[in-house]
């Protein structure tokens, strides 16, 4: 078969084409002042996110896996402790739990929705599987661009006095109800990996929360566990901090966000109304906007698929092929096939289309011809 197009599955070029002019400005102001490390730039970016979260306090960082490990240091979190994660999301979530010394253990999730199904919660809460250690908190992840249940995810959290950490690292710019992505769960992380929704040109994170004590205790251990000054530490931290530089780009990107988040519903809502039988699209909860990280389809015939969508031209992605509790690095925690029965049954369906907002129209209408011819067999 001939190819007739080359589709990237990211395209960052088409973006950078509209804002480059001003993301140079902003690096050169950079380059200009000098003030690499927490310069006007991250002020500046942090407060408008948390503004844009609608959220007190944003605290920019390193990445979005230190996003995720700082709040848990600020609870304190180690060996003894469990901490509930999904076992559908990118390593990093149950990772830095690891890290700490503390047992990430593994919720299953909503077959339609991805995310963190509140009854498995509440069951596992009420197992043996979390009998040898001391429940100290929740991590939902907003899978591919939605929130998770939060209303009651929280309120098992209360029930059984628990911290919620949102992984909002796939959401930023989602909504629930107009409540924006970082201002659910007591705190949240994000992620400003390139290819995230909100992306940098390197990596790059933010914590949200309206809780004080808590803001104070990880600008602390962002840099390394500073009391009154740098050279005065008062706890154990890290060095978690955003580079200025890609604080200026993101401001950059910011300018254009709403409208790519916009273009991003759009190009999903034509997916989802040109998809064939036998593709199962995924699915908006009502009262819920999407970021669309990623737009993932459940089908059977996955290996095929994505092979004849590669023929054409059309890359893919499967997020993700092996979920947590099988993979080597958790082998210690004795998880098993069978243990979380749609997680395991998902990650052996599902696949990614190329998502972002620069996709032109024609290419959706290929890609969904595509779809269409090779679901038909033709
Ligand atoms: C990307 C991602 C992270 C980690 O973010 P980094 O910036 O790559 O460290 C954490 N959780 C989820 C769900 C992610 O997709």
Not at 128 to 137: A, C, E, L, Q, T
Not at 219 to 244: A, E, L, Q, W
Not at 343 to 364: C, I, K, N, W
Request: glycine share 10%.
């Amino acid at each position: 078969m001939t190819i007739t197009k080359s589709l990237p599955f990211i395209d960052l070029k088409g973006q950078q084409e509209r804002i480059r002019a001003d993301i140079d400005r902003r690096i050169a102001r950079v380059l200009d002042h000098g003030q690499y490390i927490m310069g006007p730039e991250i002020r500046e970016l942090e407060t408008l996110l948390a503004e844009f979260a609608g959220v007190k306090h944003c605290i920019s960082c390193a990445s979005g896996t230190d996003a995720l490990l700082m709040p848990l240091m600020a609870y304190g979190v180690g060996p003894g402790d469990i901490v509930l994660t999904p076992a559908f999301t990118f390593i990093a979530t149950a990772e830095v739990v690891s890290l700490l010394g503390a047992e990430p253990v593994f919720v299953d999730i909503e077959p339609d929705t991805f995310n963190m199904d509140p009854n498995a919660l509440r069951a596992v809460l009420n197992s043996d599987r979390v009998k040898n250690g001391r429940v100290r908190g929740i991590i939902p992840v907003d899978l591919f661009g939605q929130l998770a249940n939060y209303e009651e995810i929280e309120k098992i959290a209360r029930e059984f006095d628990l911290f919620v950490i949102e992984d909002a690292a796939q959401s930023f710019g989602a909504a629930y109800r107009g409540r924006r992505a970082g201002s659910f769960g007591n705190v949240a992380a994000t992620s400003f990996f390139p290819a995230k929704p909100l992306g940098a040109y390197g990596d790059g994170g933010a914590i949200f929360t309206d809780d004080d004590d808590l803001a104070d205790k990880m600008r602390s251990i962002r840099v390394h566990g500073k009391g009154t000054h740098k050279y005065d530490n008062v706890r154990i931290g890290i060095n978690g901090r955003c580079d200025c530089i890609q604080a200026a780009v993101l401001l950059a990107k910011m300018e254009v966000f709403p409208a790519e988040l916009e273009a991003r519903g759009r190009i999903a809502q034509r997916y989802t109304n040109g998809l064939p039988e036998g593709m199962v699209a995924p699915v908006l909860g009502d009262g819920h906007t999407s970021a669309w990280a990623q737009y993932t389809l459940q089908v059977d015939n996955r290996d095929e698929m994505i092979a004849q969508l590669k023929e054409h031209g059309i890359p893919t992605a499967i997020y993700y092929p092996k979920p947590l509790h099988l993979q080597d690095a958790f082998a210690d925690l004795g998880g098993k096939l069978g243990d979380l029965p749609i997680t395991e049954r998902l990650a052996g369906t599902v696949f990614s289309l190329p998502m972002h907002p620069y996709l032109a129209e024609e290419d959706q209408d290929y890609i969904l011809e595509t779809l269409n011819k090779c679901q038909a067999g033709a």
